[in-house]
């Protein structure tokens, strides 16, 4: 497992850069150009938290690498210049077959059996 938590958030440490799981997101998005695989264009937008929308520049995979040496690899995460942070989607993950468990104010990330 590779958590850490700040604010009541959980957040994954790794290769110098935060990624804070959201359960609200519905895409992965980073404002870091570090994918994997990439294709650019003009993807529409995606909106902040406040009343501001920035646009989805790229979409591709980024593959992560935590401290302890476990390998996430992150699907068709959007590319978003103007965002403060990395977001991991809870949603997506479960979609893509991670086994992930938030309750009672904690979250659980295990690593994948198979990496």
């Not at 850490?4 to 994954?12: G, N, T, W």
């Not at 870091?32 to 646009?55: A, E, Q």
């Not at 520049?57 to 935590?66: L, M, N, P, Q, R």
């Not at 103007?82 to 479960?94: F, M, P, Q």
């Amino acid at each position: 497992m590779f958590s850490a938590y700040k604010d009541d958030c959980l957040c994954l440490t790794c290769q110098d850069i935060d990624y804070m799981v959201d359960t609200g997101a519905f895409h992965h998005v980073t404002p870091r150009r570090d994918f994997s695989t990439y294709k650019s264009g003009n993807l529409g937008v995606v909106k902040m938290g406040n009343v501001c929308t920035s646009k989805i520049v790229g979409i591709g995979d980024i593959e992560i690498e935590t401290n302890l040496s476990c390998k996430l690899v992150l699907q068709d995460v959007r590319h978003v210049l103007h965002l403060r942070l990395n977001l991991i989607s809870a949603e997506k993950l479960d979609e893509e077959g991670h086994i992930n468990t938030f309750r009672k104010g904690n979250g659980n990330l295990p690593r994948d059996p198979s990496s």
